[in-house]
């Protein structure tokens, strides 16, 4: 069965330090989505893509946050300078298109980022 | 905007006892509404969605939810629990009238705790 993939599973930085979180999407899906758990707390949406551009972004998802479909299989999250609060699981999703919007989201393992 | 509650953090019960983890919505109109359980350390994965059509929907390893438009829940059920049935459980709604919308509006999710 197709599934989302992440990498790394965990990644530690400091304070300041850009990082890029990895995922591969499900292959026959189009849009692609990243959320975040801070720990404890509910899953917030920050960003969907669509056909290479953004198509809906969070207000989370401020000038520190870019995303990136650099070839067919990879979907990249750049934080540029991370900051403490910024630590959370970082779960990526993807679906088919529906055109009622009713296509089911299928989410990865997460990767969880550390920032001290 | 849309929301989800979900009003308990936490539910006990007895393996082979029926179970319920509660959702309730706040949507304009009919949503979209969906269930995902996530296992410690692992992602969300999808167990079921209302769309439209029959009220009980039925899903993945035995739970099915029932999408109950007056009293504005959609209930996760399932008629005998099993110890590894153990997991957080998140409650998801998306409003279909906004079609640039895409996103999943979570509810902070309800730790299902099965005894032996």
């Known amino acids: 069965e197709p599934e989302v993939t992440q990498t790394p599973s965990h990644q530690v930085t400091q304070m300041g330090q850009e990082v890029i979180l990895r995922c591969v999407p499900i292959s026959n899906h189009l849009y692609f989505y990243w959320y975040r758990q801070i720990l404890g707390q509910k899953v917030e949406f920050l960003v969907s893509f669509y056909n290479n551009e953004i198509s809906e972004k969070s207000e989370i998802f401020d000038d520190q946050f870019s995303v990136e479909r650099p070839d067919g299989s990879n979907f990249t999250l750049k934080i540029r300078s991370t900051k403490l609060e910024d630590s959370a699981m970082y779960f990526c999703?993807?679906?088919?298109?529906?055109?009622?919007?009713?296509?089911?989201?299928?989410f990865g393992p997460g990767t969880r980022l550390t920032v001290l | 905007a849309q929301s989800v509650a979900q009003p308990e953090d936490q539910v006990n019960v007895a393996e082979g006892n029926p179970l319920t983890v509660k959702c309730t919505y706040s949507?304009?109109?009919?949503?979209?509404l969906f269930w995902y359980v996530q296992y410690p350390n692992r992602g969300l994965q999808f167990l079921l969605k209302y769309i439209t059509g029959d009220n009980l929907v039925k899903g993945s390893y035995g739970f099915e939810a029932e999408f109950n438009k007056s009293q504005t829940s959609f209930h996760l059920k399932k008629p005998s629990a099993l110890v590894s049935d153990s997991a957080l459980y998140f409650c998801a709604v998306r409003d279909p009238r906004d079609t640039g919308r895409r996103a999943l509006t979570f509810g902070s999710g309800t730790r299902l705790q099965v005894q032996p």
């Open positions: 949507v304009s109109g009919n949503p979209y």
């Open positions: 999703a993807s679906s088919d298109r529906s055109g009622r919007g009713s296509d089911t989201q299928y």
